[in-house]
């Protein structure tokens, strides 16, 4: 039963004779209580639901800070990774900088190596090709030097066989 302030104000009661009707007294003093009590439990539930909304607000709040406490620590890390993950990766290009020298440095040495080496073989070659006309000169003078004495033996031979037919004869 709801009773407004202004029900109340205006309330009249008849009189009688000792005063105030007693009965209407009592009953508008009966709808005011009973229209209180309504209003102290409405009042108590509210305060409860007004003390739950707070402290669900306020567990909200504490969520929402720690989710933005999340937030900025996962950001840090985050920034951390980036740059852990910048340092990482100039220390890998800084590794393979190092790698291709030592490896341009190898190829250069190898390189110099086989130059070196070709140098070598040709002046070996140039060696032995000297040594070989050396040897087939050395053959030549010698097949010469049989080719002139076969060649006097032939003639000796055939200045003996025409001294040996001058004698028969």
Request: cysteine-free; proline content about 1%; charged content about 35%.
């Amino acid at each position: 039963m709801k009773i407004t302030p202004m029900e109340i104000q205006k309330q009249v009661f008849k009189r009688s004779l000792w005063g105030l009707d007693s009965n209407q007294v009592e009953s508008f003093l009966e709808t005011v209580s009973l229209a209180m009590e309504e209003l102290v439990l409405e009042n108590r539930g509210l305060q409860e639901a007004q003390a739950l909304l707070k402290a669900e607000v306020r567990g909200y709040k504490e969520r929402e800070e720690g989710f933005r406490e999340s937030i900025l620590h996962s950001k840090q890390v985050m920034e951390g990774m980036e740059k852990n993950a910048k340092k990482e990766a100039e220390l890998i290009v800084s590794q393979a900088e190092i790698k291709a020298e030592d490896i341009i440095n190898r190829a250069h040495q190898s390189y110099a190596k086989v130059k070196d080496d070709i140098t070598e073989l040709k002046r070996q070659r140039a060696l032995l090709d000297a040594r070989i006309r050396g040897v087939l000169a050395a053959h030549k003078k010698i097949l010469d030097i049989n080719r002139e004495e076969s060649q006097a033996l032939d003639s000796r031979d055939d200045k003996i066989a025409v001294f040996k037919k001058s004698q028969r004869s």
